[in-house]
């Protein structure tokens, strides 16, 4: 399917990692290693204690800002909570939703998925919403069947209007952290399965348009072949995007294979 309709993501997910005041010096070492030529959307999700840092380190809005969750509430006695009005006053663009790690310790589960990523399209922002199997769903030949239920569950709570607002992060369980990426034709049979489940719930025109990205290990070394696949339209990255110099040839990459794409 023509890529040309969405947008290309090349989205850091730090995790709990570095420092508030860590953020100026790894942000000038990204720039000066940033391509000239804008090839993709990059953005950095960071701890909440950093969004502040990061969006006066970026006022040029080279790089766009989210936040890694948020509550299902609007506001009230929800202590230790940060809700969605909260982090688009900060200037976020992005909120990932049901990361595996939060579905995990935090428990969430496919409802309070779906409710964060509604609370975050009320504001204006885009849900990064992941899914993705385990290793023995994998295994027992259930992968798409699970991931089906993950995001028809999580597609029922967009709000009417607010569908080509959402971005689908596709993340194998297995291949989180622990430096085994899943193959390019792994990748991208389930990217394109998610994006037929997103067709068949809100028509074509939102199937074209929304941007599914690929998470779990990738690198400077996998990047170009998975971003070449149709259906991958960019990447969530953990351990690679608290190196600028991996990261910036993880979004050299998406120039390398829109190069080859135009030849
Ligand atoms: P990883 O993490 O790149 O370190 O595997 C990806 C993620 O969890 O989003």
């Known amino acids: ?27 000038e070492e990204l720039r000066t290693l940033l391509p000239k030529a804008k090839t993709c959307e990059v953005a950095l999700l960071v701890p909440y204690t950093h969004i502040s840092a990061l969006r006066r380190a970026m ?4 790089i766009s800002v989210g936040a890694q969750d948020v509550s ?10 940060i809700s969605a009005d909260m982090l688009a006053d900060l200037g976020a663009s992005y909120v990932i939703v049901g990361h595996s790690e939060c579905r995990q ?19 204006g922002m885009s849900p990064i919403i992941c899914v993705g199997e385990s290793l023995e769903q994998r295994e027992r030949g259930l992968t798409m069947e699970y991931i089906t239920y993950q995001v028809l569950a999580a597609l029922s709570f ?7 607002s959402i971005v689908i992060a596709y993340e194998p369980i297995w291949a989180i952290g622990t430096g ?23 028509g074509a025109r939102v199937a074209r348009s929304v941007s599914i990205l690929y998470g779990g290990s990738m690198n ?6 998975l971003l070449s696949m149709p259906d991958i339209d960019g990447g969530l ?3 690679a995007s608290l190196k600028p110099h991996d990261f910036a040839q993880i979004i050299d990459a998406v120039a390398q294979v829109t190069g080859e794409e135009q030849k």
């Open 1 to 27: 399917m023509n890529k040309k309709y969405r947008k290309t993501i090349i989205a850091g997910n730090w995790k709990m990692n570095l420092l508030p005041s860590d953020v100026k010096s790894f942000t």
């Open 59 to 62: 006022k040029d809005n080279r």
């Open 72 to 81: 299902v509430h609007d506001k009230g006695a929800y202590t230790g909570e």
């Open 105 to 123: 310790y935090h428990g969430d589960s496919d409802f309070t998925v779906g409710a964060k990523a509604a609370a975050v399209l009320e504001k």
């Open 158 to 164: 967009v709000p009417e209007g607010k569908e080509r």
């Open 180 to 202: 085994k990426t899943a193959t390019k034709e792994e990748a991208q049979e389930v990217c394109e399965g998610i994006r037929d489940v997103v067709r068949e719930k809100f």
């Open 220 to 225: 400077p070394k996998n990047a170009a072949e």
């Open 237 to 239: 990255i953990g351990g």
